[in-house]
């Protein structure tokens, strides 16, 4: 086994079954990083995750800007698939959910955090890359936070302090004696476990597939010593089966978050009943 423990793959390139050495299995080790700059010890360092992030957005804005930089009546392919992804959610995620009157104006931020979350999944598949930087709890914590605040800021402008409270805790005088149970679970629900669930969803799915990944990929190449060559082939097909899934996945990921997100908005427009 490797003695340096911040590399993503994590394991002596010798190292084969029926060698005298034991499957490095891929664990937490494989989604730390040393620092390309800085001191780890200091918390002020830049590292892959960092350097992917920043790279997943200049690719982002890059490509939007190249594909409306000089728009046309008839588009040309890069302006057509621009279009069509940014009309995808707009109308398919953000009018659906929230309406066309009320969810204009967040169709922006809605894309942004679509397109976003989506590059930062693919860099899992993307050679010298290949690792998703939601994989990072402190990446989708983030997202999650910048929803959590608009939609409870939302919240108080369009209701008041007295309608979001009542928003908040499921307010419905009706329910009777268990009505202050109630509010205490919806209070809990709505403003502790949602936005936690959010960004766990993202990190967890992501974290998860990575973690798939890497073993069967450690594991095509650990196996190919002696008989063991018949199970790397095994292996190897599991490697394409998984990177296949996984590109559903990362796609899959970025439209629950942002579906969750309009979700959360027009729950903030709502009128409360």
Avoid at 177 to 195: D, G, H, K, Y
């Amino acid at each position: 086994m490797s003695a340096d423990p911040t590399q993503v793959l994590a394991f002596e390139t010798d190292c084969h079954i029926f060698a005298n050495c034991g499957f490095p299995a891929p664990g937490l080790h494989s989604f730390l990083f040393k620092p390309l700059w800085g001191d780890g010890d200091s918390n002020l360092y830049f590292n892959k995750t960092m350097l992917l992030a920043l790279l997943g957005s200049i690719v982002v804005v890059g490509f939007f800007l190249a594909a409306f930089r000089k728009p046309k009546v008839v588009p040309g392919k890069l302006q057509m698939v621009a279009e069509s992804g940014y009309d995808f959610i707009r109308r398919g995620v953000v009018y659906e959910t929230i309406g066309k009157k009320e969810g204009e104006k967040y169709v922006p931020l809605v894309v942004s955090l679509f397109f976003f979350i989506w590059m930062m999944n693919l860099w899992s598949i993307i050679p010298l890359a290949q690792f998703p930087v939601t994989a990072i709890i402190s990446y989708p914590a983030v997202l999650a936070a910048i929803v959590y605040f608009l939609w409870v800021s939302l919240t108080f402008k369009r209701h008041g302090f007295v309608g979001a409270f009542k928003n908040f805790t499921g307010y419905d005088k009706s329910l009777g004696p268990v009505l202050p149970l109630a509010m205490f679970i919806e209070f809990l629900s709505n403003l502790i476990v949602r936005p936690f669930t959010h960004a766990v969803r993202l990190f967890a799915n992501m974290f998860a597939g990575h973690t798939l990944l890497l073993l069967f990929t450690i594991a095509s190449w650990y196996l190919l010593n002696g008989i063991g060559i018949a199970y790397a082939g095994v292996s190897f097909i599991m490697v394409i089966v998984m990177t296949a899934f996984e590109l559903f996945i990362q796609a899959l990921q970025a439209y629950v978050f942002v579906l969750l997100t309009c979700s959360f908005i027009q729950g903030a427009l709502a009128e409360h009943h």
